[in-house]
């Protein structure tokens, strides 16, 4: 068995997928489970897949089309290692990442959460995008929240380890969605473990990249696509009914933000919150954001 299994899902970027898989040393104690979904054949020499010439890579090569969410619910079936770790394929692991992973493998608790950095993905630039993340962890080393509401305020599968038999035991999957597939397996694995159970870390494991064009870049633009997003955190929040110390959605953001869809793309949205009564759902979010407005003001 191996001490961990990185899970790539991939579409359409094998000069992203390569630049990921250098950065993850060809090692026994490394399994790397890379799952195409269903590129095309324009777009990826299927002959030269990055990855196939490496002797701890499995390149599984899925014809469903059913995203990323699907495509991290096969490379889990595929792992054997103690700890799962997640990677997109557009991303990269620090120079360092595998000592750092290296030093907590004999761990006992059941998710990691470590820091990131974010640069463009063309000319490495330095990015946004790992702040809130990096801002949870040091407020969780500080005592001023717990590693829980850390890991959950930024809710992706990447800069964390998570126990492999926790994650099966529990049988948390991925939504196969076409947008925020990850969220609920985040809420889930939270949610599920013992509070000395997950812990943070300050290390800095992981490259967020930003880049047009990406999932990442498009969730807001489409209203399909916005929608779905929607639908998720709907969900999220009625499933954290229970778990209260967590931070809720507020929905009615999300009414004001359909504007940008015209009158059809409102009428939707409200339909849908109306129809899963979610109107008020985490409306005391959107109160704390608003009065911390206020007061900056």
């Given amino acids: 068995m191996h001490s961990f299994s990185i899970i790539i899902p991939h579409h359409n970027i094998p000069q992203l997928l390569q630049r990921c898989l250098d950065s ?9 489970i890379v799952v195409d979904d269903n590129s095309s054949a324009d777009k990826v020499d299927f002959d030269h897949f990055p990855g196939l010439g490496r002797k701890y ?15 991290r619910n096969v490379g889990m079936q595929h792992a054997d290692g103690k700890w799962l770790v ?3 394929a557009d991303d990269f692991f620090t120079k360092d990442a595998f000592l750092i992973l290296d030093r907590h493998k004999y761990d006992p608790q059941d998710i990691i959460l470590f820091k990131a ?15 809130e993340l990096n801002r949870a962890v040091d407020e969780a080393l500080a005592g001023k929240i717990s590693a829980k509401v850390a890991v959950w305020t930024v809710p992706g599968p990447v800069c964390k380890m998570i126990q492999r038999h926790y994650v099966e035991s529990h049988h948390i999957q991925f939504e196969e969605v076409m947008s925020s597939n990850d969220m609920m397996f985040v809420l889930k694995s939270v949610c599920w473990a013992d509070d ?11 490259i967020i990249t930003t880049r047009k064009n990406s999932l990442f870049d498009g969730r807001n633009k489409d209203l399909k696509n916005f929608m779905c997003r929607l639908d998720v955190f709907i969900r999220c929040n009625k499933f954290q009914k229970d ?7 507020p929905i009615i953001i999300h009414l ?26 985490g409306f005391s979010t959107f109160m704390r954001i608003v009065n911390n407005h206020t007061l900056k003001l």
Avoid at 57 to 71: L, S
Avoid at 196 to 206: G, I
Wanted: net charge positive.
């Fill in 24 to 32: 993850i040393p060809d090692v026994p104690d490394v399994q790397v």
């Fill in 57 to 71: 890579t499995e390149c599984v090569f899925d014809k469903q089309g059913g995203g990323a969410g699907h495509a």
């Fill in 86 to 88: 997640f990677a997109d």
């Fill in 117 to 131: 950095y974010s640069v463009d993905s063309e000319n490495y630039t330095p990015s946004n995008r790992h702040q």
């Fill in 196 to 206: 000395n159970a997950v812990v943070v870390a300050d290390e800095v494991l992981y």
């Fill in 243 to 249: 778990y209260p110390f967590l931070r809720k959605e």
């Fill in 256 to 281: 004001g933000r359909s504007r940008k869809f015209g009158v059809s793309g409102f009428l939707k949205t409200l339909f849908l919150i109306l129809r899963r009564r979610a109107l008020f759902s």
